[in-house]
Every structure is written in structure tokens, then in C-alpha cells.
């Protein structure tokens, strides 16, 4: 079948297997976002998993909606026509995801300003390496802090092209996410964001220059003003990669 909207089947059954057995879902309300053609999906209700799938594609829809008809009538599934980057979610408590990659960054995003207890994920094996990278080393960018800010990050196993059809160029790693509070205090989640993305869109500048360069636009104005009289020279003079987690935040919380 010729992918849409960046998709790509998974057609590898023990990887199937795998990936629904990383966490449990019996009688669990789960999230699935692009079931494609449903391999994931029948996996998770074979599990006894309470089945909310978004898929963007309506023609994908249509074929899923007659082969889990019975599940369907059971209340055991749910097939939703939409665009997981922009329409709202059902409440959930797991996530199992086998995500498009040109939406990953977004969905993720958007995943953990909800709550829940764990996700399921499959992202392009460059993505999940990112989301791993250690904050203070060069590795580390927006998506490693945003994600590892409310979330512990584990990599599970990494899947090649020829687990997928049509194959895409690269490989892909699952990985499962456990929400959390964040290990140091934020004040404003908002604005937490905003400091983050404005650092890492000058990397390769001082904290300095990027919270000078991001005022009046990401940053207010007088915000960043106080900001660059409060903050120790220690942080003003480093670059965004060099940072901690306690440096966003202690950034982010200044008055």
C-alpha cells in the first residue's frame, strides 16, 4: 500500500508484538495516533485495550471502520477522521503510537501537556536520539529539554527499514515516555516553552545575545531586561547547549 501523509506500515508481526507488550493496556483507555491499516491496533485490542485511534487519512478510515466493525459495535474501538497535530484528544491513559515522522515533533509536544501514564512510541531513529541527549552536551536541543522537563525518556528497541512497507530510508526507534512533574520548580509552563525554543533558535550564541535577540518578540521586553540584571554571569556568558535543566528553569522563573 502507498504511504500517505508520511506513513509507513508496519508489517513486522513480532515488532508488533513488541511494542504492544511494553506497557499495560487491558481496560485502558488508549490513545493510538496514524493506526494505518490497523496491525498496532489489533494488537492492543487483542490486549483488551479501550481503543481511541486518530488517523488523517479518511480513505485509512473507511478501512478500518469494516475490518474492526465488531469492535467497533462493542465499544471496544473508536476510529476518528483528523489531524493529531491540531485536533483535540479523548481523555487517555496510555498512548501506542507508530508516529509520521514529519509530525513528530508536534504530536509529541502536544502529548505531554496531557496527563497520562505512559507512552508507546515509534519516531525516526535520529528524532528519538535527540530526545535522549543529555542537557549540557552538544547533542542537546529544544526537543531533549521540552521532552526530558515532563517526561523520563527510555529507548526501547531500534526497528530497520525492512520492518515497514512502503520502506522508509531510515531506522526507527520505540521509545516510552513516563510523564512527571519536572525535577526543578517551574512557574510559568508558557513561558518555560517560549525561553527554551528562544535559546535554542541562537545556539550557537551566548544566553546573553539570545535573550537579547528574542526581546519584544518571543520574550517580553522588560521580561528580558530583568532577566540579564538577575542571572548569574555564569549562565549569561554560556551557550544554550551548555545549559542544565536547573539553568532553563532558574532562566525561566526569574520575576
Keep these: 500500500m502507498k504511504a500517505q501523509h508520511d506513513q509507513h506500515f508496519l508489517i513486522d508481526r513480532h515488532a508488533v508484538e513488541r511494542i504492544a507488550d511494553l506497557t499495560e493496556v487491558e481496560g485502558k483507555r488508549v490513545l493510538e495516533i496514524g493506526p494505518g491499516n490497523g496491525a498496532l491496533t489489533r494488537a492492543l485490542l487483542a490486549r483488551g485495550a479501550l481503543v481511541h485511534a486518530i488517523e488523517l487519512d479518511g480513505a485509512l478510515c473507511e478501512q478500518l471502520a469494516e475490518t474492526f466493525s465488531d469492535e467497533i459495535a462493542k465499544g471496544q474501538l473508536v476510529v476518528e477522521h483528523g489531524d493529531a497535530t491540531r485536533c483535540p484528544y479523548p481523555p487517555f491513559e496510555v498512548t501506542v503510537s507508530n508516529l509520521p515522522y514529519s509530525a513528530s515533533s508536534k504530536i509529541t509536544f502536544r502529548l505531554l501537556d496531557h496527563g497520562f501514564e505512559a507512552g508507546v512510541l515509534m519516531y525516526q531513529a535520529e528524532f528519538a536520539e535527540r530526545m535522549v541527549a543529555k542537557a549540557g552536551t552538544k547533542d542537546c536541543g529544544r526537543l531533549s529539554i521540552m521532552v526530558q522537563t515532563y517526561a523520563a525518556v527510555q529507548q526501547c528497541f531500534r526497528l530497520p527499514p525492512q520492518c515497514f512497507s512502503p520502506r522508509p530510508q531510515v531506522h526507527s526507534i520505540v521509545v516510552k515516555l513516563f510523564p512527571r512533574e519536572p525535577i526543578f520548580y517551574i512557574n510559568d509552563r508558557h513561558l518555560y516553552a517560549n525561553v527554551v525554543r528562544a535559546l535554542f533558535s541562537h545556539r550557537r550564541k551566548t544566553v546573553r545575545n539570545c535573550l537579547k535577540g528574542s526581546a519584544g518578540s518571543m520574550l517580553g521586553a ?18 544554550p547547549e551548555e545549559l542544565y535543566l536547573e539553568d532553563f528553569a532558574t532562566i525561566a522563573n526569574t520575576p
Design 222 to 239: 522588560e521580561w528580558v531586561k530583568r532577566v540579564l540584571a538577575a542571572l548569574p554571569e555564569e549562565i549569561l556568558k554560556s551557550r
